[in-house]
């Protein structure tokens, strides 16, 4: 493993971790309620629960990335896999913005590009890290 880019491992880590936190009070902070009030019931709930597993699931590859940063720092072996998985992820998160852009207000520019900046700068520092559990010392 090279050292000097492990930060890709702590970068990914964190942002995925934040976003997953974030995610879990997006639907408060958003407002979801008023608008999805209108839709059946079971659709709403699917909205919320994909929202929450969603979630949970990039917390939880956030904090396994933060484990196999920590395991790679100590000289044990770190599964890449979960590290390739949470790349991907942000590239594939990146790709369907671009094709599919986020319907937002037309003085929202900067946070759709904001929102892509976050994917590419994320998946990048997946693939730095990805790069350093795979290159020798």
């Known amino acids: 493993m090279h050292p000097a880019r492990t930060w ?3 970068l990914g880590g964190l942002n995925s971790s934040a976003m997953g936190a974030y995610h879990f009070i997006l639907p408060y902070a958003w407002g979801w309620g008023t608008p999805l009030s209108t839709l059946p019931p079971a659709v709403r709930w ?3 629960a994909t929202n929450f597993f969603m979630s949970y699931l990039m917390l939880a590859g956030g904090v396994l990335t933060l ?3 920590r395991r790679s ?4 072996p770190a599964d890449p896999g979960i590290v390739a998985v949470m790349g991907g992820f942000w590239i594939v998160n990146a790709v369907y913005q671009v094709i599919v852009p986020m319907p937002l ?3 929202w520019l900067a946070l759709r590009l ?5 994917a590419l700068v994320t998946g990048g520092a997946y693939w730095v890290g990805l790069r350093a559990l795979r290159s020798p010392a």
Do not use: D, E
């Open 105 to 107: 207000p037309s003085g």
């Open 8 to 10: 890709g491992l702590v």
């Open 73 to 76: 720092r100590a000289g044990q």
């Open 67 to 69: 484990v196999a940063w």
């Open 114 to 118: 904001a929102l892509l900046g976050f």
């Open 46 to 48: 699917g909205s919320y």
